[in-house]
């Protein structure tokens, strides 16, 4: 490698460092936020009260769940043993296509509806009545337990009509329309409640869950004294809070992030999650290599015609060009030595500073619930980025040792595999004990 790439790269990991007083300044930052979102105050943290409270570990029976993330659609059966344990009865995968992503709302439903059909049929469930725990990865106001108004779209998604009007009700006309009715959709949810209500039914220490996939987003569990945005009267002690922290405005953002934001669906939005989550990481990487072809720090032909359309450099393949892999050899593509090793080094810089944001926001959560760390936590972890991305685990936890020193031994990161499609079915679980 060049002494001139050298230095940019250098330069470069300046530019996408966190450091420790950096850190405990985001922690501070988040508090306030947190204070101002849960009061109804204007905060780039909505803090969406969930209309859940944690599970007790005693709930039984078998519940089916519906989980949209981002990427996949999951349907679940779910067994809840009663003992804190879950048995998983069959699970089916579904793509979604990017013709449902951006079509019309009968077209999206009717294909949530088909998906439901299909695995009745792939796991011989013959149609019965059964509580449906719906899990909907969106930015959501909620007023009850089974009703939730989509904010606005994100993820690449924009199916007409939805924006603004109840989930549950749309998908509850697709069941009728298709001749489903015995099933009865009882509650609505985020991903990271699903994950935390997974988490919490399994282990007593789990008080928040987090996202690490397509998207970035965290929740925990919040005593009803504190949402002092909550006027009704609700008979528990605690309830769900979903943080939408993907929003977070507060973190100095580089000229790679504002690129990527400004050229995004959402500009301006969602900022933490566009320096952390897995939409956005391929996409930065992509623009810094492009800032270093165009600037002769990279010299590997093919390489800019094979970046030409938006988001075509995946965080898989990051991941993949992180742990060495030469991803481009399959195209047909020669890199130069250097070259790979500079855009491995860039791969690296990138997931660094998500796994490290990321820390820190789940530092900011724990410091929240117990200022002194005088408990263990176990933090329920759902999502591919947080799974599969070679180091970015270990990255988090490095982060929080320099937080917290020796205490960051309390805190685990504990991967709740399917734990947001799981946790739906429990949330139908917890709704069906109150009705009994
Ligand atoms: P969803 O967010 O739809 O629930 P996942 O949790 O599986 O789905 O996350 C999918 C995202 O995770 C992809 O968009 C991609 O950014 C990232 N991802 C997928 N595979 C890998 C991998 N092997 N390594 C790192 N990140 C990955
Ligand atoms: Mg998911």
């Known amino acids: 490698m060049s002494d001139k790439s050298k230095m940019f790269l250098k330069d470069l990991k300046n530019e996408f460092s966190l450091n420790t007083h950096q850190a405990h300044e985001m922690i501070h930052n ?19 009260p969930s209309f859940i409270c944690p599970p007790k570990g005693t709930e039984k029976g078998i519940f089916l769940a519906i989980d949209l993330g981002g990427t996949n659609l999951r349907v679940l059966a779910v067994k809840l043993l009663g003992d804190g344990v879950i048995e998983t ?26 998906c439901i059909k299909t695995f009745f ?27 939730g108004v989509l904010i606005s779209w994100t993820k690449g998604f924009s199916v007409s009509g939805v924006e603004g009007r109840d989930v549950v009700g ?61 006027d009704n009267l609700i008979c528990s002690d605690e309830m769900i809070i979903n943080m939408e922290w993907g929003g977070f405005d507060r ?41 270093m072809i165009e600037n002769g720090y990279i010299l590997s032909r093919g390489l800019q015609s094979m970046f030409e359309e938006p988001y075509n450099l995946t965080t898989e393949q990051l991941s993949h060009l992180s742990s060495g892999v030469d991803i481009f050899k399959k195209s047909g593509i020669h890199i130069a030595e250097k070259d790979r090793e500079i855009i491995r080094e860039i791969a690296c810089i990138v997931s660094k500073r998500s796994a490290r944001i990321a820390a820190t926001a789940i530092a900011a959560v724990v410091q929240w619930i117990d200022p ?6 176990h933090i329920a972890i759902d999502g591919s980025l947080f799974e599969k991305y070679s180091g970015y685990k270990e990255n988090m936890q490095s982060m929080l040792e320099e937080i917290f020193g020796d205490l960051a031994k309390k805190i685990t990161l504990k991967l709740t595999h399917d734990g947001s499609g799981i946790g739906a079915a429990v949330v139908s679980a917890i709704e069906a004990h109150k009705r009994s």
């Not at 988040?30 to 969406?48: C, N, T």
């Not at 069959?90 to 949530?112: K, Y």
């Not at 749309?170 to 609505?188: G, P, Q, T, W």
């Open 251 to 291: 973190l100095e953002r580089n000229i790679y992030d504002e690129t990527v934001d400004k050229n995004s669906q959402n500009p301006g939005e969602q900022r933490l999650e566009k320096m952390v989550s897995g939409m956005y990481l391929g996409e930065i990487a992509k623009t810094v290599i492009i800032h």
């Open 372 to 377: 002194h760390l005088h408990n263990h936590h």
């Open 30 to 48: 988040f508090h306030k936020e947190m204070e101002m979102g849960l009061a109804g105050e204007k905060s780039s943290l909505k803090m969406l």
């Open 170 to 230: 749309l998908l509850n006309h697709a069941l009728i329309r298709n001749k489903m009715e015995s099933i009865h959709i009882s509650a609505i949810l985020n991903d990271t409640v699903g994950t935390l209500a997974a988490g919490s039914y399994m282990d007593p220490l789990c008080h928040m869950g987090v996202i690490l996939g397509t998207g970035t987003n965290a929740c925990y569990s919040e005593k009803i004294k504190n949402i002092k945005k909550l």
């Open 121 to 147: 049929d792939e796991n011989h469930i013959t149609q019965n009545k059964y509580s449906l725990g719906f899990t909907f990865s969106f930015p959501v106001i909620q007023s009850s337990i089974d009703r």
């Open 89 to 114: 009865v069959g699970v089916s995968r579904f793509a979604i296509s990017n013709e449902v992503m951006t079509g019309t709302n009968d077209m999206f439903f009717d294909f949530i509806v088909g």
